[in-house]
């Protein structure tokens, strides 16, 4: 037992209920001195749909696709939310929380192009080794279209 982790609830006044953290429950299974913890940990975890998320935040929270367009660019970069209406309310992408254009605080500004600095939830970010192993691969099967369309550029053989 000593490997184990294991939380001690205090119940009544000489009444002690081991709980095995590394246990898991369905929902109508949790013993009930953990389902506060549970219901708890469940509310973070869906955000409150407000503010900036960080890399250290643990949080699911969902948003309609309105960062399409650029409407603080001009009106004719403005494009419509996707999502949110009565019939169609998907599709929909994890909440970001970037800051609301002022054309349009329906909409999200963009990120500039090569930005990686976008929200992804702890346990859904590559590792820095998976990472830079999607960077080689990326970069790998560029050079193998890029090669052949270079050399018959230089090619100089009449066609």
């Given at each position: 037992?000593?490997?184990f982790?294991?939380i001690?609830?205090e119940?009544?006044?000489n009444?002690?209920?081991?709980?095995?953290?590394?246990?898991t429950y369905?929902?109508c299974?949790?013993?009930?001195?953990?389902?506060k913890f549970r219901?708890e940990?469940?509310?973070?975890?869906?955000?409150?749909g407000?503010?900036e998320?960080?890399?250290?935040?643990?949080?699911?929270?969902y948003?309609?696709y309105?960062?399409?367009?650029?409407?603080?660019?001009?009106p004719a970069?403005?494009?419509p939310?996707?999502?949110g209406?009565?019939?169609y309310?998907y599709?929909r992408?994890g909440r970001t929380g970037r800051?609301?254009?002022?054309a349009?605080p329906?909409?999200?500004?963009r990120?500039p192009?090569?930005?990686?600095n976008?929200?992804?939830?702890r346990?859904?970010?590559f590792?820095h080794?998976?990472?830079s192993d999607?960077l080689?691969?990326a970069?790998k099967?560029?050079?193998?279209?890029?090669?052949p369309e270079?050399?018959s550029?230089?090619?100089k053989?009449?066609?």
């Open positions: 037992m000593d490997n982790p294991m001690i609830l119940v009544g006044c009444n002690r209920q081991f709980c095995d953290l590394c246990q369905l929902p299974e949790t013993p009930e001195p953990l389902r219901e940990e469940l509310i973070n975890l869906r955000g409150n407000e503010g998320l960080k890399e250290w935040d643990r949080v699911y929270d948003d309609y309105n960062d399409l367009g650029s409407p603080d660019d001009g970069y403005a494009r939310v996707l999502g209406s009565q019939g309310p599709p992408r800051k609301r254009t002022k349009d329906n909409s999200e500004k990120l192009l090569l930005s990686l976008i929200y992804v939830p346990d859904e970010r590792s080794l998976k990472f999607f080689a691969y970069l099967s560029l050079f193998q279209v890029l090669h270079i050399a550029l230089c090619d053989t009449d066609k």
